[in-house]
């Protein structure tokens, strides 16, 4: 009795889903063992046993994992930037009636209350 082998790229593709939703459903706990999934599937591309017929398939996998690629840029930045954004105290830059620039805090802030 003869095994199928599973199909490489069909491996791949699925792998490169699986690494998409997580990043589309915000499950950025999954994404490691998604992305490490995706690695392992990769390299069984390079192993070879591809015919010429998987060429289209080829290039629209590569087209595919530059847009997840994009998605996962954004992603990282997105992150960076709320990180930076969470570690910088409360408040805002402001200038004061001498014309100094200076922060001024959430806490220091009061307002006042005329008639």
Not at 72 to 87: E, K, P, Q, Y
């Amino acid at each position: 009795m003869m095994w199928r082998m599973a199909d490489p790229l069909l491996v791949a593709e699925r792998a490169l889903d699986g690494v998409e939703t997580c990043l589309r459903g915000r499950r950025f706990s999954d994404l490691p063992m998604a992305l490490a999934a995706l690695e392992k599937a990769l390299g069984g591309l390079q192993t070879g046993g591809l015919d010429r017929s998987a060429l289209t398939r080829v290039q629209d996998l590569r087209r595919r994992a530059g847009r997840v690629g994009e998605l996962l840029r954004a992603t990282l930045a997105g992150m960076r930037d709320a990180r930076v954004s969470m570690a910088t105290p409360p408040g805002f830059s402001s200038y004061d009636a001498q014309g100094r620039s200076g922060r001024v805090s959430m806490e220091q802030s009061r307002f006042e209350r005329r008639r």
